[in-house]
């Protein structure tokens, strides 16, 4: 075995700028909406998010630098590193050669830090001491506690009361890095205290924490709101991920014939895949599939409509997929995956052709990640396992077909604070959780109308 | 900053051989004996160890060879990585340069790996097909089950009843490699009835699942038992640690004054100091710390004699600091530390005054460890957090006294399945721990007698 298993770069080799996918896209974006069909302006968005992440939202400039005192930050973990899993493609007896990016190396787990330092950065240097933000499965929420804590802002993160109580480790985690979490619905905000009077019980959801985040960060002057997904300056700052996998390939001599990278907001998708967008556009033959869950499938079975980023209907219009703003996804363990839209983005580059998508089952999922686990070593987060279980089909029809292609995913996390979702894998606890179609419908029936 | 965070090997840099100290030691080790003072044979051993890893423990040369395969699983996570503390030393003020190994980056998520995997292999290779352990915090035991699904080997872990019970993620995490994980005491072995039929609620311990382990594997003959620490030849494994560290340091051209490790059974402390011992005795001048807790103070406040390994008087004696092996230990969250004894290597190296040794209290580590956590990111096992708390302590003399030291340590494992340690720590529900001085001169008191 003369190949590496680990294909690294050294820290001199942290990209220097990120790639912005809007330079490059064949049609400009289609703009933020208010329900009358006038444009957001940048400036509405001042209120709640720091100059430079707005001027980043809405920049054509193709490479925008990255700042030395984030690039300090990432060096924690930084250049993460590309696997070749030489065991698992044995196992499978494939012809094809599967590639792995790991972004679990980071100290909170996930690829989430890379949006988390440098959104931290902005609003440090804007004068803002404190940061809000929502978390439900945690990820999120503990990248931004780390930020947090790298710059000196105090982070207040609202969690998903139910998921305060089941997961209270990833609670200890962001706790640790000196962060506050509250369980949400709380009695601190306007948007809360209405829930709570409805229902003193309500087990909260992360529309609700949106909502109370947010307004807290619109009500105080020293603060602002943070979001881990969706928006265009989030996908952004996720380049450096294809940017690296991109040299690290071009280390051993090879170049991807296809992608993976699990589906929930788009933040792994954009971070992977845009840098390779250029090439496809130059003619280069290269596939590029979001993986989602059958349980939420934006992409693969939603409407490309006009519709809200959150379930209250507070947040500005995007046209993106979506299964509607009060589509219930079922309570599947990748719950990073749990969400009604997706970045607007990722939207108009499938709905172009550029990207493609595929839904793939809970069950098949665990499957797939601890047939991964005991090939690689790595217990992969819930998350991840959809493009680690779309790979091992692709490699499983090359083993088929003959062929010989280059397989590259995004193993976006570690499962560490996922194994009671392992457990109820192994004990046949869990299902595929099929939401009812009629509920689809009627969310789906039930988009905003934009006038124009 | 020009210098390096991060100081990485290649992976063809992964020590070729491990590095044996006893062919260095002024003295040579102290036999195994019987009660009756009769040496041990080597040939006692063979009935549940494997061939290579009784002849590794017994052996007088200097290097041994890493075989191919052990070295090809060691490159999912090795070289890891030594980092410069740099964030810690701004916020500490220090004018010392602070660098720590990070073991955590193996998929079981600390230094055990190293050894696992090789006692893995070497079974293999003798054709065993079945490994039994115990395992009380768990770290030994995920290291052992990732062994077993890389080299297809059936893997028994009896856990401690109360740890199986409290840390169900643990569990979980070897189920998923494939283990098979039993609450400990079982009705399966002579020991766990003994043990049942005197209290049916008995909660476990280390002791009787060493104990369970031991009988199962010494009847069956396709089975074989595997320890995490205290043996010489687990120690060799560990060697691959302070070897990778030497190599890291002179890329960049320093040179430690001072290493930190934690100490429990001592793998730790002989993984990353003895690949130093030559330097010290060509009269370098380097101090060699290991770092325990006060409430299981082995070196410290132990007596050198001879002593059984575990509470039950089943293994051989060991010339060893020893509390006595039916000292009970508290229940301190740094569940690798309590052990009555320690490797009898680390113990006499320690009495010849070539390491040294220092106690840390639980309050103590736990700050340390956050404060870590805030400055570098990762979030250690308590374990680690006494090296840590030796190590700031270190760098804080050097404050005060303004030496420019060059501190080492080794971060041997992250702490995503202690988090509920942290959460007590965090809502001060954490104290120190002392164990009553009377039962420490009881247990004392009641060394075996060796007759000679």
Redesign the interface.
């Known amino acids: 075995?003369s190949q590496?298993?680990?294909i690294?770069l050294?820290?001199s080799e942290i990209p220097t700028h990120w790639y912005n996918v809007i330079a490059d896209m064949p049609n400009p974006p289609s703009p933020y909406l208010a329900p009358d069909g006038t444009q957001v302006p940048a400036d509405a968005m001042m209120a709640i998010f720091a100059p430079d992440l707005v001027e980043q939202e809405f920049s054509t400039q193709r490479w925008i630098e990255i700042p030395t005192e984030i690039r300090?930050i990432y060096?924690?973990?930084r250049p993460s590193p590309l696997?070749r899993a030489q065991?698992l493609e044995t196992i499978l007896g494939t012809p094809a050669k599967i590639y792995y990016k790991y972004e679990g190396?980071?100290?909170?787990?996930s690829h989430k830090s890379n949006s988390a330092i440098a959104q931290a950065y902005y609003n440090k240097i804007a004068g803002i001491t404190r940061l809000t933000t929502e978390t439900g499965a945690g990820q999120w929420g503990s990248a931004l506690s780390?930020a947090g804590?790298?710059f000196g802002l105090t982070v207040r993160v609202y969690m998903v009361k139910v998921s305060y109580d089941q997961k209270?480790?990833r609670?200890?985690?962001m706790?640790?890095?000196?962060a506050e979490v509250l369980p949400s619905p709380t009695t601190l905000t306007e948007s809360g205290r209405t829930i709570l009077a409805n229902d003193p019980h309500s087990p909260g959801s992360l529309g609700i924490a949106i909502s109370e985040a947010v307004e807290e960060a619109a009500s105080r002057k020293d603060t602002n709101y943070t979001l881990g997904s969706v928006l265009n300056h989030v996908l952004l700052h996720q380049t450096v991920i294809g940017l690296e996998t991109r040299k690290q390939l071009e280390k051993v001599g090879d170049y991807p014939d296809i992608i993976f990278a699990p589906c929930g907001g788009g933040s792994n998708v954009g971070g992977m895949m845009f840098p390779f967008l250029a090439d496809k556009a130059a003619g280069k033959q290269i596939r590029l599939v979001a993986v989602e869950p059958t349980s939420c499938p934006t992409l693969t079975r939603g409407r490309y409509a006009y519709d809200y980023g959150d379930s209250m209907g507070l947040t500005p219009l995007m046209n993106m997929y979506t299964l509607g703003h009060d589509f219930m996804p079922p309570g599947i363990h990748a719950g990073g995956l749990r969400y009604h839209g997706d970045s607007a983005l990722v939207s108009q580059l499938y709905h172009e052709g550029i990207l493609e998508a595929q839904a793939v089952a809970q069950l098949a999922t665990f499957k797939a990640g601890?047939q991964f686990?005991?090939a690689?070593?790595?217990?992969p987060a819930p998350e991840s396992n959809h493009a680690i279980c779309a790979a091992i089909d692709e490699a499983l029809r090359c083993k088929e077909t003959g062929e010989a292609k280059t397989i590259l995913f995004t193993l976006s996390g570690?499962g560490?604070?996922d194994?009671?979702a392992?457990?109820k894998y192994?004990n046949n606890e869990l299902d595929d959780l099929i939401y009812p179609e009629a509920a689809l419908q009627a969310s789906l029936s039930n988009l905003p109308i934009v006038s124009s």
């Open positions: 075995m590496h298993t680990k690294l050294e820290e300090e060096r924690l973990w696997f065991r190396v980071s100290p909170s787990g780390l804590s790298m209270p480790f609670r200890s985690m706790q640790t890095w000196g601890i686990a005991k690689e070593g790595i217990i570690h560490h604070f194994m009671s392992y457990d192994l």
